[in-house]
Each structure stands twice: as C-alpha cells, then as structure tokens.
C-alpha cells in the first residue's frame, strides 16, 4: 500500500514537524571552507587597519570607519570592540531581510573581524600617503571580497549592502562608496580635509577591488546582434559556444525590412569568440555588448549566494 499524505489541514495541530537545519546540507568541509575565507579576509583588512590606516590617521569606511573615528577621538576605547557594539543594531535589520545562513554566517564573520583587529597587527614599511591609501585599498578590497565570497560576511555595512542588493539590486560596491562618503564628510569635518582626501583614494580603490573579487570572470555580459546572417551567427554560437540565442523581432526604420535580432547572454571569457563567430560570418553586423547587474536562469545565471 502507498504512503499516506497527510494535507496541511489534515495534519494534527499536535503534531510538531521537523526543523530545517539553518545551514541545509552542508558539510563539515563546507563550513570549514567558508570559515576559512572569512579568517583570512579578516586578516587581510586587519593588516590594512593596524599596518597604514590607524598609523597615518585615515578613517576607513563604514562602520570601520566610524569605529575609528571615536578611538581617534577617545583613544582608550579598542577599535574592535567599538566596531562589535556598532555591529548590533546592522544585525537586528539583517534578522528580517537576509537569509539565516548568511545571518549567522555572519554573526561569526564580525566575531572573526573584531578579534582579527585586536590582535594581527602586522607593520607595514610605506610611508609616503598616497602609497599608502592604494596598498590600503587593494588589502581592505581583497579582503572584504573574500569574505562576501563565503557564505557570510564580516557584519558592518556588508550587512547593509546584502540588504539593498536583495531588496532593490543595488551593487554591492556602489552601497559601500555611497556610505563612505557619508564617513568622509564627517571624517573632513571633525579631522583633516588633507587626510579625508587621502581616506577617499583609499576608499575608492577599495570599493573597486571588492566589485572585481566578487564578480571576477564570472561577469556576465549581454549581446545584441543584428546581421543578414543571423541563422549562421545563431548556429555557431549554439554549436560551438553551447549558449542559448533568442530571436526578436525587429524592422528597420529606414529601409522598412524585417530584421531577426540575436539576443545572448555569456560570460566574459566567452566574449571574444562571439566576436570571431561574428567577424568570421559577417564583418558588416551591428553588435551592442551590454553589462549585466545580475543574471537569473539555469547555467548561466550568476546570482550572489546571498
């Protein structure tokens, strides 16, 4: 006889279901990994903080930086401790709108920081300032990346940011240039305005270097194609790049013809040979390359774990 299934509505009220694990299925491996990268992009920005940032007076950004900016001014209070007492009200925000892995995922991650920041510190020889702020920024950039890389993060405004991409796809490296100025501006007030332009470069590098660690070669790019010899370029592409094409139809505006237009989506590395496929079949085809923020769709999609 076939197992009985019992409805929502049939189930007795009495009856308790299983819980679902916060962290699925996955292995000691696993969270040993994501464990792993969250140590050691810790690392990386703690280097930054305690080797060029806190010796040459700049801010940082985020709640980092407005950690700093009160030790700076109360010396006696630890930066790290600081940045944990900040993280709290982040993580009541982040308990509504991320998901529970990522949420506690993260809640180790900002353990793992604070302590990283109390106790690697690492001096770092580079004393001219301009220098420093880009060794900061690649260091603090690598560093946040491979966090947000893990299934969690370090809490502060990665926290925030995880929360407007889900919520209204907003980049991750946008949202973190948008509130550092918000900290430079107060840095430029209450500080100097030479070491507040000095914490923009740094800022700014490092908000790029986190777009490239995240994205990397993964970044998708959309294809619009329009040639005469659209069933050949389709085909190639098809054939010898296995991506789908979708066909949309299209009339020009001046010779009043009907058009088939190839729509694609690919990923950096296969871009160059869309390019041949098209050169190959027709130097004469219009091509328009588009960036993508996100892409949804089986294989080709390229969405944050988050």
Known sequence: ??????????????????????????????????????????????????????????????????????????????????????????????????????????IVGMMIFSAMVGWVIVPLPVQDKILSALFAGILTGVGAGIILKSKGSAGGTDILSVVLLNRFSVRVGSTILAFNIIVLTAAAILFSLESALYTLIYMYVSSRIVEVVLTGLSQRKAVIIISPKWKEISQKILSEIVRGVTFIKGEGAYSGKEENILYTVITFRELPRVKDIVRETDPEAFVVVHETLEVMGHRIGNQPHW
Not at 43 to 56: D, E, F, R, S
Request: charged share 15%; hydrophobic share 45%; glycine share 10%.
């Open 1 to 106: 006889m076939g197992d009985k299934i019992i409805t929502e509505k049939q189930r007795d009220p009495g009856t308790k279901l299983p819980e679902r694990p916060v962290f699925g299925t996955e292995s000691i491996k696993q969270i040993s990994y994501n464990l792993i990268l969250i140590c050691l992009g810790s690392a990386l920005v703690a280097i930054a903080l305690n080797g060029i940032i806190i010796p040459h007076k700049f801010v940082s950004g985020g709640l980092t930086g407005l950690a700093l900016g009160v030790h700076y001014l109360v010396p006696s209070l630890p930066v790290s401790w600081l940045y944990f007492l900040m993280n709290i009200p982040l993580f009541v925000i982040g308990w509504k709108f991320v998901g529970r892995r990522f949420f506690y995922y993260s």
